[in-house]
């Protein structure tokens, strides 16, 4: 999550300091994908009404949604029990904003670490993953534990 010091953290877009009285809003690092389009917005603080001028708000507004639905209930997707420790914990994050993109399915999966590996569909993630960095379409390295 983005750290804001009132009167002292700027504004990402605008370069004003954030105050405590204004309406802001803090974007977590979540976007694994430095080529998507909402990685510009990763891990920083926005007042909202500059955020809201953006193309991409509404995209944002999705992800951001999205999210907070998987953050809070910390479930693995394979055994459907929560995930109480946090050594036992493997999140995907944002992979994509593209809905058509195959990876967009996998948005904001949460696994205990041992379900991760045995999934069955993590090849095929894999799979999608070494295409799109081939293809520029992926770039970063924080997701290379899931081609290993």
């Known amino acids: 999550m983005a750290l804001i ?7 990402s877009l605008c370069g004003c300091v954030l105050k405590e009285n204004e309406n802001i809003l803090a974007i977590p690092a979540a976007i694994a994908n430095k080529a998507d389009p909402l990685y510009k917005f990763n891990d920083q603080a926005f007042h909202l009404e500059c955020l809201k001028k953006q193309p991409e708000y509404k995209e944002l507004e999705l992800m951001l949604s999205l999210l907070n639905k998987h953050k809070s209930s910390k479930i693995c997707f394979v055994c459907n029990l929560p995930i109480t420790k946090p050594d036992d914990y493997i999140g995907l ?8 993109n195959p990876m967009f399915k996998y948005n904001f999966l949460e696994f205990h670490k041992q379900h991760f590996y045995e999934w069955e569909e993590r090849k095929v993630l894999a799979e999608y993953l070494k295409i799109q960095k081939e293809s520029h379409q992926w770039v970063g390295d924080s997701l290379d534990f899931i081609l290993g």
Do not use: A, K, Q, R
């Open 93 to 100: 994050g944002l992979l994509t904003s593209d809905n058509s």
């Open 5 to 11: 010091f009132y009167g002292s953290t700027t504004c």
